[in-house]
């Protein structure tokens, strides 16, 4: 499976932005999709992810009631609404896919497939 992850940008604290993850390969397999941020000199974290039916939805509680993470089966997307930005978001955004049957949605280390990364800065 390839990610390739896009939708950031330069915006200004309050602002918004809307990242996407799209998939290709073998996308019939079922995935929680996730979203990660790793801020420089800080360890990857979790920020949101979905389950593959889009039932269940998880998120950090920094980003409660300010992203929404949602999916496109039919053209293999996720996507990530930031709304209120602030420049503590900064960071480079990850999408990631993990198996539908692990539980671990806000663990790294237990996604298989990653994408390339997209930057989003947030200035005060």
């Known amino acids: 499976v390839q990610l390739q992850a896009s939708g950031g940008g330069l915006v200004q604290a309050g602002g918004s932005l809307r990242l996407s993850c799209a998939a290709s390969g073998r996308t019939e397999r079922r995935y929680t999709m996730g979203w990660f941020r790793q801020a420089p000199g800080k360890e990857r974290e979790f920020v949101a992810a979905?389950?593959?039916?889009?039932?269940?939805?998880y998120y950090t509680d920094s980003v409660k009631g300010r992203f929404t993470i949602s999916r496109d089966n039919a053209k293999n997307t996720v996507y990530l609404q930031m709304n209120s930005l602030k420049p503590e978001d900064t960071a480079v955004y990850y999408c990631?896919?993990?198996?539908?049957?692990?539980?671990?949605?806000?663990?790294?280390?237990?996604?298989?497939?990653w994408g390339q990364g997209t930057l989003v800065t947030v200035s005060s």
């Open positions: 990631g896919a993990l198996p539908s049957y692990s539980g671990s949605y806000d663990s790294s280390l237990a996604y298989l497939y």
């Open positions: 979905i389950s593959w039916s889009g039932d269940s939805t």
